[in-house]
T-cell receptor, first 113, second 114 residues
Framework: DVKVTQSSRYLVKRTGEKVFLECVQD?????MFWYRQDPGLGLRLIYF???????EKGDIPEGYSVSREKKERFSLILESASTNQTSMYLC????????????FGPGTRLLVL | AQSVSQHNHHVILSEAASLELGCNYS??????LFWYVQYPGQHLQLLLK??????LVKGIKGFEAEFIKSKFSFNLRKPSVQWSDTAEYFC????????????FGKGTMLLVSP
C-alpha cells in the first residue's frame, strides 16, 4: 500500500512565524502535491512538484513556498503565517504524468493565532 | 480554467435509501474523473475513477458512477446506503494531458441516519 505521511497532525503557530509542513511518501512517486481543505471550499491546490527540485504553482500559491530536495519528501513553507492560513493541509503523491490516482496523507490541521 | 460543480453541499438520507450525488465539470477536452471519499477522521481515499471505456464505473463499497460526456457529468450512485457511508464526497477532474493535477469540487457531506 502507498503510504503518505505528514509530520504533524495538529499544529498551533503564531502570526508571523515561519512554518514548515513536511510530507513523505514511500512509493517512489514522481508527483507530489499540497492542498488546503476548508469547509465549503473543497480542496484547493497550492503547489505541486513533478520531479526533484521542480515546482509548479497551483491555484492558490500566494503566501506559500515549497521545497523538494529528495524524491520522497515535499515540504510546504509558510514564510510568515497569517490567521487566514488556518486550515487543514493535505499532501498527496502519484506516479508520473498521466492517468494516475493521487494518494493522500492524513492531513495537518494548522491553527494560526 | 476548469471547474467542478457538486450540486449538493449536504445530503441527509435514511439507511436503505438510494443515493445520487451530482457532479458537473467544465472542460472541453478529454478528462479523467474521480470520486474521493473522506470518512470522519480518516484520509481522503479513492472511491472510483473513470479514464476511458465503459462510462459506467464501479468502485468500492457498492458505489458506481456514470460518465455522460454530452452533459459533462459524472454522478455518483449507490442503490442502498448504510450508516457507515456517512462521509464527505468529492468529485475531481484531471485533463487527460499535461500534469496530473486535480481540480476538486467543494464536496458533499452525506449523513445517513440509522
Amino acid at each position: 500500500d502507498v503510504k503518505v505521511t505528514q509530520s504533524s497532525r495538529y499544529l498551533v503557530k503564531r502570526t508571523g512565524e515561519k512554518v514548515f509542513l513536511e510530507c513523505v511518501q514511500d512509493m517512489d512517486h514522481e508527483n507530489m502535491f499540497w492542498y488546503r481543505q476548508d469547509p465549503g471550499l473543497g480542496l484547493r491546490l497550492i503547489y505541486f512538484s513533478y520531479d526533484v527540485k521542480m515546482k509548479e504553482k497551483g491555484d492558490i500559491p500566494e503566501g506559500y513556498s515549497v521545497s523538494r530536495e529528495k524524491k520522497e519528501r515535499f515540504s510546504l513553507i509558510l514564510e510568515s503565517a497569517s490567521t487566514n492560513q488556518t486550515s487543514m493541509y493535505l499532501c498527496a503523491s502519484s506516479q508520473a504524468r498521466g492517468q494516475e490516482t493521487q494518494y493522500f496523507g492524513p492531513g495537518t490541521r494548522l491553527l494560526v493565532l | 480554467a476548469q471547474s467542478v460543480s457538486q450540486h449538493n453541499h449536504h445530503v441527509i438520507l435514511s439507511e436503505a435509501a438510494s443515493l445520487e450525488l451530482g457532479c458537473n465539470y467544465s472542460y472541453g477536452g478529454t478528462v479523467n474523473l474521480f470520486w474521493y471519499v473522506q470518512y470522519p477522521g480518516q484520509h481522503l481515499q479513492l472511491l472510483l475513477k473513470y479514464f476511458s471505456g465503459d462510462p459506467l464505473v464501479k468502485g468500492i463499497k457498492g458505489f458506481e458512477a456514470e460518465f455522460i460526456k454530452s452533459k459533462f457529468s459524472f454522478n455518483l450512485r449507490k442503490p442502498s446506503v448504510q450508516w457507515s457511508d456517512t462521509a464527505e464526497y468529492f468529485c475531481a477532474v484531471n485533463p487527460n494531458s499535461g500534469y496530473s493535477t486535480l481540480t476538486f469540487g467543494k464536496g458533499t457531506m452525506l449523513l445517513v441516519s440509522p
